[in-house]
Nanobody, 116 residues
Framework: QVRLVESGGGLVQPGGSLRLSCVAS????????LGWYRQAPGKQRELVAG???????TYPDSVKGRFTISRDNAQNTVYLQMNNLKPDDTAVYYC??????????WGQGTQVTVSS
């Protein structure tokens, strides 16, 4: 089994920054893709950053240039650096890993609130 634990969320003022972390434990191999998603109240969950096995990344226009996904293989950790945060970025952020054999695994989520 694989377990994902996110951390790093919190309250930040508009224009501020946060770095989210997602630590993976268990049988971690054959990863197809890593991703960070978010879900705001009343809205569908959306992808905000993706990193696939060849190293390429993808971001929606709403966060492009402000969010960066990265990974530290030695620490089994995926990061989401978020800069110039806006109130519209307020949501619960979830880490996701797509495994070749296990399929999608999700973390429990971490709340990010952007407010003055």
């Amino acid at each position: 089994q694989v377990r994902l634990v996110e951390s790093g969320g919190g309250l930040v003022q508009p224009g501020g920054s946060l770095r989210l972390s997602c630590v993976a434990s268990g049988s971690i191999y054959s990863i197809l893709a890593l991703g960070w998603y978010r879900q705001a109240p009343g809205k569908q969950r959306e992808l905000v950053a993706g990193l696939i096995s060849d190293g390429s990344t993808t971001y929606p226009d709403s966060v492009k240039g402000r969010f960066t996904i990265s990974r530290d293989n030695a620490q089994n950790t995926v990061y989401l650096q978020m800069n110039n945060l806006k109130p519209d970025d307020t949501a619960v952020y979830y880490c996701n890993i797509d495994f070749q054999t296990l399929g999608d695994v999700w973390g429990q989520g971490t709340q990010v609130t952007v407010s003055s």
